[in-house]
C-alpha cells in the first residue's frame, strides 16, 4: 500500500515510523508545507519522498490528514474532490463537529473516515516522532455509518496492526469527552505555568524544588500554540463549559481553605482519589 | 548510628530504606501510632522494630519525624524535652512557618534540623515507601543558623550520601515557594479530578480517552487527604494567594477563548512554553 501522511510532525511522523515498522506500507509519501519540517522529516527518514497534496491525491492508496485540526476540513475537501473509488482519506485530528458537518453533503464522503488516536505528547514538529506511539491506546472512530464498509476495513486493519482499540462515537460526542479528559488538562496545565511564572520571580526555585509533582502536572504546557489555538477554538462551547466547572471546583477548594474546612476539604479529596479507581 | 522514624508512609518509609541502602544506619526503629501501618512496615522489613516515642528519645542517635504536618510541632518538641546533648532530631515535612516559630524558644532548639526532601509520588502508607526515592532531588534546610554545627553535620551528612542537594532558606520563604511550585499543583489537580467527575457521568470513556495528558495532569489527584489537609491549612496564605492568581489565569483563558482571541491565546501559551527552559 502507497501512504501519504499530510502533516508530518509529532502525530503524522509517528503514524509515518507506524506505518513502516508494522510493515502497512511499501512507502511513505509526505505532504508538508514547512520546507525546515519537510527537509526534517527526509533526514529523519519519517518519509520517503515529499510531494504535493495533488500527486497524493492522485498516486497513494490511503491519505492521513495530521494538520492543525482547523486546516483539517479544507485539505480533506480539497482530496475527496480529487480521488477516486479505491482511495481512502482519513484525518487523526482532536476536534470533529466542524470537520464533519462541512464534508457531511460531499459526493466522495464515503471515502472518508474520521479516527482520534488517542495519544500525544508535549512536543510538536518532525523530531517529535515517536517509534512506539499509539500501541495500547485507544482510537476513536466518529460516524462510522458515513464511511464506505471497504474504507473503514483498511483502515480498521491499520490500527488494530499498530495494537490499537478502537472504539466508535458521534462526532459531537467525542467532542464533549475529549473536551472533559483531554483539552481541559491542557488549559489547566499552561495556566499553571503562567501562575507560576508570575508568582514565582525566582526562577532558580523554581528548577531546584520543582521535584514536588509540579513537574506533571506543567509538562502540557509545553505544548504547541500552532496545535492547541485550533483545537480549544474549534471545541469552545464543551471547552468553556468544562473550565466554567473547572473554575467553580477550585473556588470551592478555596473557599474551604478559607474557613479552614477540612471535613469539606476530606470530602472533595476523598472524592478525587476516586479517579484511581477510574484511571487503573 | 541508630535512627528511629516516626511516621512510616511514604516519605518515613522511603527514608528508613534510603538508610538501609547507604549502610547510614546499623540499626532503624519505627515509631508509628497506626497498629495496621506498623504491622505492614515490619512486614516490608521497613524497620527492624516497632517502638514507642519515649523509647525513640532514650536510645536513638537520630529521630527523623515524618507524620502529617499539623503533628510534627508537638512530636518535635516532646522530642526535644526528652534528648540530650547527642542526639538529632529532624522533620522531613512539607511546611515549615508554623513549626519553626513554635519550636524557637526551645531549650533545645540547637537539637533540631528542619529539612525537606523534595521527593515524593501520589501514593501513602508503607506500601508506597520507595528504594530509589530522594536520590538526585533537592533538599531544602530551613533556619540552619538555629541548629547545632554537629547536628547540621549529621544530617548533612545523611542527605548527601543519598545524592541530595542540599539548599538554603528561611522558614517564611520555604513556605512561599513551595506554595508555588507544590502545593499548587496538588489543588489543580484535585480539583481537575473532580471537574472531570462532575461533568464526565459516562466513567468508561474517562479511561478510554485518557491517553490525551489527562493522566500526568490528574495523578496528583490520587494523592492522600491526610497528608495534603494539614499542609494546606498549615501554609493557608501563601496557597491562598497562589490560588487566587491560578484563578485569574484560568479567567483570561477563558475570556479569550470565548472571544475567539488566537493572538492573545498564542502570546499566553508561547510565556507558558518558557516553563520548558526552566524546568530542563
Not at 464534508?103 to 473516515?113: D, G, K, L, M
Not at 491542557?186 to 520543582?210: G, M, P, Q, Y
Request: glycine share 6%.
Amino acid at each position: 500500500m502507497k501512504v501519504a501522511v499530510v502533516g508530518i510532525g509529532l502525530i503524522g511522523g509517528s503514524f509515518a515510523l507506524a506505518l513502516k515498522r508494522f510493515g502497512l506500507a511499501d512507502c511513505v509519501m509526505g505532504v508538508e508545507s514547512s520546507e525546515q519540517h519537510a527537509k526534517k522529516a527526509l533526514e529523519l527518514g519519517l518519509v520517503d519522498e515529499i510531494i504535493s497534496l495533488d500527486r497524493a491525491a492522485a498516486e497513494c492508496d490511503l491519505i492521513a490528514v495530521a494538520t492543525p485540526v482547523n486546516t483539517i476540513p479544507a485539505i480533506v475537501t480539497k482530496l475527496l474532490n480529487r480521488i477516486g473509488d479505491n482511495q481512502v482519506v482519513i484525518d487523526m485530528g482532536s476536534t470533529k463537529g466542524e470537520l464533519c458537518e462541512l464534508i457531511s453533503q460531499h459526493r466522495n464522503r464515503a471515502r472518508f473516515v474520521a479516527t482520534h488516536p488517542m495519544w500525544g505528547t508535549e512536543h510538536s514538529g518532525p523530531e517529535a516522532a515517536e517509534k512506539e506511539a499509539f500501541t495500547g491506546r485507544v482510537v476513536v472512530f466518529c460516524e462510522r455509518a458515513q464511511s464506505a464498509e471497504d474504507a473503514v476495513k483498511v483502515v480498521e486493519n491499520i490500527y488494530t496492526t499498530l495494537g490499537m482499540k478502537i472504539i466508535d462515537m458521534g462526532a459531537e460526542e467525542h467532542d464533549t469527552h475529549t473536551a472533559y479528559v483531554s483539552h481541559i488538562s491542557h488549559i489547566t496545565s499552561f495556566a499553571l505555568a503562567l501562575t507560576v511564572l508570575e508568582k514565582e520571580r525566582e526562577e532558580e526555585h523554581i528548577f531546584d524544588l520543582a521535584g514536588g509533582g509540579f513537574e506533571s502536572t506543567v509538562r502540557l504546557a509545553k505544548s504547541s500554540a500552532d496545535t492547541w489555538i485550533p483545537i480549544l477554538l474549534e471545541n469552545k462551547y464543551n471547552v468553556l463549559d468544562v473550565l466554567r466547572e473547572h473554575i467553580h471546583q477550585l473556588q470551592i477548594m478555596r473557599r474551604m481553605i478559607e474557613r479552614d474546612d477540612s471535613e469539606g476539604l476530606r470530602e472533595a479529596m476523598n472524592k478525587a482519589n476516586s479517579i484511581k479507581r477510574i484511571l487503573k
